[in-house]
């Protein structure tokens, strides 16, 4: 897993990139000044919209309602369902996050 992130995050891949970041940065900054009050949502889609552009050359996601983002938005929820309120019953090295004060 390591090789694989430290292949794709290489300068030269990540240049690559740059047009659907630019793209997605674009939307998400059109989205806020818009509608500022539903951030949340417009984070959740550049983020999905990102992601699977980059990853499964998916095309850009135009809204929150997307099937896609609420695929992604339910598995999280299942997921953190199953394991519980805390992260750290499933990720143990948690622990040793320092708390916020």
Do not use: C
Request: hydrophobic share 45%.
């Amino acid at each position: 897993m390591r090789r694989a992130a430290q292949e794709a995050l290489t300068k030269a891949a990540v240049q690559r990139y740059h047009s659907t970041l630019t793209k997605e940065a674009t939307i998400l900054a059109s989205a806020l000044l818009a509608n500022p009050e539903n951030r949340d949502q417009h984070f959740q889609r550049a983020t999905a919209s990102t992601m699977l552009s980059i990853l499964y050359d998916f095309p850009t996601l135009t809204s929150a309602q997307d099937k896609a983002v609420q695929e992604i938005d339910k598995n999280l929820h299942q997921f953190l369902k199953a394991i519980g309120t805390s992260f750290v019953e499933f990720f143990p090295w948690m622990v040793y996050i320092p708390e916020r004060s």
